[in-house]
């Protein structure tokens, strides 16, 4: 055990640098003239790693097999040896694959790999919670040959991917969405045009497993969008980080316990839509918009997020809600009806606005005020206006078009 020949000849004895004993070829310059080597040991490190590769590549498996196990045991029990001092700096890709498949099988497929002087807590958190895996650090020599050949990932690289490769949401793309769902998406919109890089992205939601614990990341390919975590659609999600939202609290006090969420968060999704329908806050919009301007506008001064979030609470308090669209009678107009809540009204919150969408012929008007038998009349309010006239499947004259 560690001695080291040169050509068969005997050298020296490293009991405190060398691990194993090698015996490598002679070269111009290697030895002095009282067969001692000249020059630092140190130097010897591809030397050394050619002796183990010739190990590993033996006809013989078995023995390939426990040549590489040997090798890999240095980097957890002698790690500071010089047997593998310079090892990373002479593995090529088809050595570190051998090396990698025997290491996973020295630990089992349920072993996730991690640099030992990194953030341990964090990644041991993430690989267990997230990854579901059992944690197993690796000295920073041995990372950094598998990291070289892109042979492993950090465990937050590896959730991140979970993230990206997750399905995109449609529960908020239904017809006639929910409320809550109608206002936050729409009110979204205008937040992102507030800022000329947050108008570039387009915003995509994802169903994504709640062990997975990311709310948004970039993805800049052939399209730039940002994903987000589709729980940021939820009430009781968002609200988690809003404690204060009265409208919120008082639909929540009818509510029961909200359920678990399962890997597809539809058991949450089910709960939402039957307790918060009718939710009108502006809790959401800011809450995504929030994340968003973190993933995109780092870069940005201080100041301008500021500026940023005042401009999304002035946009909020004066964006209609509760929009509804309805068709009238006036006379032998046809016109459509908008009524919509609006806070910046002191006083009222309910707006109205009527425009004229065409006239309508003597024979189109008598239908209306004399429906024929088995339909329904429209109401009539007492302005004589009539309201709610269902123009579906009618031939709207050529001026209507």
């Given amino acids: 055990m560690n001695h080291l020949f040169i050509s068969g000849i005997f050298v020296a004895k490293k009991p405190s640098q060398l691990h194993y004993g090698y015996n490598i070829p002679a070269s111009p310059g290697l030895l002095g003239r009282d067969r001692d080597v000249v020059g630092d040991i140190e130097g010897l490190g591809e030397e050394f790693y050619d002796v183990w ?7 013989d498996k078995t023995e390939g097999s426990q040549a590489m196990r040997r090798y890999l045991d240095l980097f957890e029990k002698d790690r500071d040896c010089m047997d593998i001092h310079s090892s990373p700096e002479f593995v090529t890709k088809d050595i570190a694959v051998l090396l990698f498949q025997e290491f996973r099988l020295m630990h089992g497929e349920d072993a996730w790999f991690y640099d030992e002087e990194g953030n341990v807590t964090a990644q041991v958190h993430i690989i267990q919670v997230s990854l579901r895996k059992k944690p197993k650090s690796i000295s920073k020599k041995l990372w950094t040959m598998f990291r070289t050949h892109e042979l492993v990932l950090t465990a937050n690289e590896k959730r991140l991917r979970m993230f990206k490769n997750s399905k995109e949401s449609t529960e908020h793309k239904v017809p006639h969405a929910l409320l809550f769902l109608q206002h936050s998406l729409h009110l979204l919109d205008c937040f992102l045009d507030l800022h000329p890089i947050l108008r570039t992205f387009s915003c995509s939601f994802r169903n994504v ?39 919120f609290s008082l639909l929540q006090r009818l509510a029961p316990v909200p359920p678990e969420g399962d890997d597809d968060n539809l058991e949450l999704w089910k709960y939402n839509k039957e307790h918060f329908h009718s939710l009108d806050c502006d809790c959401i919009a800011n809450r995504v918009a929030q994340l968003i301007e973190e993933e995109l506008l780092m870069e940005e001064i201080a100041s301008v997020r500021y500026r940023l979030a005042d401009q999304r609470r002035t946009l909020a308090t004066t964006m209609p809600r509760s929009l509804k669209v309805t068709h009238c009678i006036v006379g032998n107009q046809l016109a459509m009806q908008l009524r919509f809540d609006d806070f910046s009204i002191r006083g009222s919150r309910d707006a109205l606005f009527r425009v004229r969408v065409c006239e309508l012929s003597k024979s189109e008007v008598q239908r209306v005020h004399n429906p024929t038998e088995g339909s329904i009349a429209p109401e009539t309010n007492k302005s004589g206006i009539h309201e709610d006239v269902s123009m579906e499947g009618a031939e709207l004259p050529l001026n209507c078009a």
């Fill in 53 to 59: 590769e010739l190990a590993f590549t033996v006809k």
């Fill in 209 to 247: 497993p709640p062990r997975v614990d990311i709310d948004a990341t970039s993805v800049v390919d052939l399209t730039s969008q940002i994903y987000v975590n589709a729980r940021n659609l939820l009430p009781t999600w968002v609200h988690t980080h809003n404690e204060t939202c009265l409208p």
